[in-house]
């Protein structure tokens, strides 16, 4: 009981935490946004603008097919004194906190131990596209809903709980299409191997209800809004993104650095993790899963949708997620230990070398990572790119370069 008060305890401040980030006086994200066009003073919640996007959403129809959000928003205001962008961030920082909570217990669920699983759900929030959810050119709307969704389906998957799975992917799809692009690795993770055909063709008929679901609702939808020619031509026109997104060098450069801010870390940590051949069976379709839909995903993002938006890429950490807690935990001792063991002149040298490595990418990233939306001075994002390039060159240096004395003893 009480390791799972402290998983709620580290949901609620990472939560409260990213939510500060949003609305603190040199922010300018979606939640606070002030601009000379809708409002005078810089506001605490930008009702104006986030009134604005809320109606985009429900015109536009790209956005307008994916409701539950919206419905979300406006019930709340309609059944209380909340305005429209009060509600927004109500729903929003509410469901993002109960991802917290669906990631600890998925962790758990998967094997890991409760310490493991309180650091994943720390690592969840300090994922690049969490912790700046709603400032340009992230621009998060249903995110928080749509993880919590999708979460929610991979516990009942790994439960064999099929109505429950049936109920939570199809909302995660009405919430967002993209869960489509999951389907193959909960194929992977749902099936075993030297099964009777009728199991396989059971599973596979569970794991394609919520399509039919999802395909059943989108026709209703469309055909109800009369948006048929609307539809078609939004999905027509998404195959023209390739070409925005590296338009020029400016674009290439944030497209590049979108899908490294989105999936980077989490991957050189799980790199490093497997290279000591630790990784169980378990662990090992979890990963195929994840690569599989980072193949798909990357692909889907660079080719139909602007890569600048980093949570785009970020769709597939869904498979990795759980698991990231321990990663860390075991890549921290192993590297414990090649401290502990090496000599004084050896640690010297790889501390010159880690200024320098710091350094140069500091000197890089300053001249050469660009926003073509938002601004510098009103977000932390080179804040978070110094942390982290800081965070991977330590990691490096110390675990690949440093030499022990002698063998190190590896540390579980």
């Known amino acids: 009981m009480k ?7 580290i949901s609620l401040a990472f939560t409260l935490f990213s939510l500060y980030i949003h609305v603190m006086p040199s922010s300018n994200s979606m939640i606070n946004l002030k601009t000379s066009n809708l409002s005078e003073e810089k506001p605490f919640i930008s009702n104006d603008y986030l009134t604005v996007a809320i109606t985009y959403h429900k015109e536009h129809p790209a956005f307008a097919k994916r409701p539950l959000t919206t419905y979300l928003v406006e ?26 909570m669906v990631i600890y217990y998925c962790s758990i669920l998967i094997g890991n131990n409760k310490i493991e699983a309180q650091w994943s759900i720390a690592l969840f929030y300090l994922n690049f596209s969490v912790l700046f959810a709603f400032f ?19 516990i009942s998957l790994l439960h064999g709980r099929w109505i429950l799975y049936v109920l939570f992917f199809s909302l995660g799809l009405i919430t967002r299409e993209s ?6 690795s909960f194929a992977i993770l749902s099936l075993s191997y030297q099964k009777p055909a009728s199991f396989y063709l059971k599973r596979l008929f569970f794991l394609s209800v919520p399509i039919i679901i999802y395909a059943a609702f989108l026709y209703i939808f469309i055909s109800k809004n009369n948006i048929e020619e609307a539809s078609k031509q939004d999905f027509l026109d998404r195959f023209s993104h390739f070409f925005g ?4 060098l400016k674009f290439t450069v944030e497209s590049i650095a979108s899908f490294i801010l989105a999936i980077g870390l989490q991957s050189y940590l799980l790199y490093c993790y497997a290279s000591r051949k630790l990784l169980s ?5 979890y990963i195929t899963a994840f690569i599989l839909a980072l193949i798909i995903n990357t692909l889907v993002v660079i080719l139909t949708t602007q890569a600048r938006e980093t949570r785009l890429f970020a769709l597939p950490l869904v498979f990795l997620s759980p698991l990231l807690g321990k990663y860390l935990i075991r890549e921290y001792k192993f590297i414990r230990n090649k401290l502990l063991r090496a000599p004084k002149n050896e640690l010297l040298r790889s501390l010159l070398l880690l200024a320098v490595l710091i350094s140069l990418s500091l000197i890089i990233t300053n001249s050469f990572y660009f926003q073509t939306i938002g601004s510098p001075a009103e977000n932390l994002f080179d ?9 991977f060159f330590s990691h490096f240096v110390f675990r690949f370069v440093l030499k022990p004395n002698d063998a190190v003893a590896v540390m579980d």
């Not at 390791?3 to 305890?9: D, G, K």
């Not at 869960?179 to 193959?184: D, E, K």
């Open 179 to 184: 869960g489509l692009i999951l389907l193959p």
């Open 383 to 391: 804040e978070y790119i110094a942390v982290a390039a800081s965070l």
């Open 281 to 285: 069976t378990t662990e090992k379709r």
């Open 136 to 154: 340009p050119p992230i621009y998060s709307y249903d995110e928080p809903l749509y993880y919590f969704l999708i979460f929610l389906s991979l």
């Open 3 to 9: 390791e799972h008060l402290v998983a709620l305890i």
């Open 245 to 248: 997104n590296f338009r020029d």
């Open 75 to 100: 019930k709340l205001s309609n059944y209380s004194s909340l305005n429209l962008g009060t509600s927004f961030t109500v729903i929003n920082f509410f469901f993002l906190f109960l991802c917290g």
